[in-house]
């Protein structure tokens, strides 16, 4: 089946840092979606993206859909203690669309 | 609340046992899906269900899991005879089932099989 492999899996950075982190697929994805999970809450969408090559913004997040389909990625600018975290990406998992696969996510650890 | 409404947050319970897990979507919502998460893990997909449609029940992982809704409302997820590798968040999301339209989870509920 279709496979999300996502880096890094940790990131332990300064407040006021930039953070970059991505997604890439063993298939062409038409869709790309960028997820938080907050501790004991469920995963919250933050970027929805649609088009190959297509750059979306919301606020300090910035999303990438990768030429190639098969790759995405997201950057936090300027972090904040507040994005402590596990950034997940998602695409279509198959035939059904309204299947999500989901990468391994990436733990964001910020320090003040 | 207005958003997806996950029943039990937590459960424990011993092997062997059955558990039913609740899910209420938000309204209006007519596609519904359940994933579970092992610790550290992604979310894994287990079954989607889409109005009338028969469920897409291509993600359970044995027969021991079942999952049922009625109408566009609330859906349980059952799972019988629990093993200890059961133990997982079990989350829940629904949506309004259009193309690219955004998945809400819930909060989830955590299940430790002892």
């Known amino acids: 089946g279709q496979q999300l492999n996502q880096s890094p899996q940790s990131m332990f950075i300064q407040e006021g840092e930039d953070v970059s982190m991505n997604c890439t697929s063993s298939s062409i994805f038409n869709t790309w979606l960028w997820y938080k999970q907050d501790p004991g809450e469920g995963p919250v969408l933050l970027i929805a993206?649609?088009?190959?090559?297509e750059l979306t913004s919301n606020g300090r997040l910035t999303a990438q859909f990768g030429i190639t389909r098969k790759d995405s990625f997201l950057n936090i600018s300027a972090s904040i203690p507040s994005d402590v975290g596990i950034y997940f990406c998602a695409g279509p998992g198959g035939t059904s669309y309204g299947k999500l696969t989901f990468g391994q996510g990436t733990i964001l650890t910020v320090h003040p | 609340g207005a958003g997806v409404s996950q029943s039990p947050s937590n459960k424990v319970t011993e092997k062997g046992k059955d558990v039913e897990l609740r899910c209420d979507p938000i309204?209006?919502?007519?596609?519904l899906y359940w994933y579970r998460q092992r610790l550290g893990q992604g979310l894994e997909f287990l079954i989607y269900f889409q109005g009338n449609s028969a469920p897409d029940k291509s993600g359970l992982p044995s027969d021991r899991f079942s999952a049922e809704r009625t109408g566009e409302s609330v859906s349980t997820l059952t799972i019988q005879r629990t093993q200890q590798e059961d133990s997982a968040v079990y989350l829940c999301?629904?949506?309004?089932?259009?193309?690219?339209?955004?998945?809400?989870f819930g909060d989830g509920t955590r299940l430790s099989i002892l």
């Open positions: 309204s209006g919502h007519t596609a």
């Open positions: 999301a629904s949506s309004l089932g259009r193309r690219n339209q955004p998945q809400h």
């Open positions: 993206l649609y088009k190959a090559g």
